[in-house]
């Protein structure tokens, strides 16, 4: 099961299979770039202008990377024309995460998948989704944008997601405490094909 292993081992399980034309959100400095495989088209979609000039300059596998400025609330790409989005570690920074994964949903074609790590709130009333929240205000306030208090998966949901392969886990953070996360792969349903002849 992915919750158990090491950080290097998930990128490769996750990442390593996919095929196609690969949308990643918020790629920052590259570190999911030597996962893939050496015959994706990849897009990156990347808001940071210093991350774009080094993700133009960093070998890949595929050869040269199709770097894009952008947000993942507003992609400037057609409807179902990608295989798979990967966005790891985003969604606490996006200004509307439920307008980040409709986006996702829409660019993907039916029976694509978003692969998605991110780390998620932590139950209501414990100390550790207290200090979720107050470093969520604190970050926003300095320009950080982390917001460690997010539940993306009734966003998911709400898109229209299937999260069938999406784990929960957790990681040891600061002081010990352990951090929820997701990791895994949601897909886009393919049309059921009511309607059509057979």
Known sequence: MITSLPAHALRAELLGSLRGTVLELGPGAGVNLPY??????????????????????????????????GRAE????????????????????????????SEIHRVLRPG??????????????????????????VTGSFGARCRPNRRPEPAMHRAGFELT???????RGPLGAG????????VRPAPTGRGTTP
């Open 36 to 69: 893939y495989a050496p015959d994706v088209t990849w897009i990156g979609v990347e808001p940071a202008a210093r991350h774009r000039a080094r993700l133009r300059g960093t070998p890949a596998p595929f050869g040269v990377a199709d770097v894009r400025d």
């Open 165 to 171: 392969d999406v784990h929960r886990f957790v990681v």
């Open 112 to 137: 694509g998948r978003y692969v998605v790590a991110e780390h998620v709130a932590a139950p209501d009333g414990t100390g550790l989704r207290r200090a979720q929240d107050i470093w969520g205000r």
């Open 179 to 186: 951090i929820p996360h997701i990791a895994g792969a949601a």
């Open 74 to 101: 507003r992609l400037d790409l057609p409807s179902g024309c990608v295989d798979a989005v990967v966005a790891t570690y985003v969604l606490c920074s996006v200004d509307d995460p439920d307008a980040a994964i």
